[in-house]
Each structure stands twice: as structure tokens, then as C-alpha cells.
């Protein structure tokens, strides 16, 4: 699995993000969060996340 260096958006099997549409994939990712509902997640607010899915809290 890789992350989005964009967004933190965890990608699996592709080679650009399907959230954002970067290119910018990385291996070097820590932690992993899963947000259900961003609009009730701090969590996801604090990451500026608007959208729910698999996310890293830390990209390289
Ligand atoms: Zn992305």
C-alpha cells in the first residue's frame, strides 16, 4: 500500500490517487486512520480530511 503525499489517501493497486488524481505516491507513510464521518471526526478535521476513507496521519 502506498499514500497520497497530496491528500494522505492510502492507494491501493493504482498508480495515481483516486481521490485527488496525484501522482505523488509515497511508501514512506506513518500511522493509518480510518474515517467514517469527517463532519463528527476531529480526527478528520484536524487533517483537513472532507472525505471518508483510509487515510496516513503522517506521509514523508
Ligand atoms: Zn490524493
Not at 2 to 20: D, E, F, G
Not at 40 to 48: G, I, M, N, V
Request: proline fraction near 5%; charged fraction near 30%.
Amino acid at each position: 500500500m502506498k499514500a497520497c503525499r497530496n491528500c494522505r489517501h492510502i492507494v491501493k493497486n493504482a498508480s495515481k490517487c483516486p481521490l485527488c488524481g496525484s501522482e505523488e505516491l509515497t511508501e514512506k507513510y506513518f500511522g493509518f486512520v480510518v474515517v467514517i464521518d469527517p463532519e463528527k471526526s476531529e480526527l478528520a478535521k484536524s487533517l483537513d480530511i472532507k472525505t471518508p476513507g483510509e487515510y496516513a496521519l503522517l506521509v514523508e
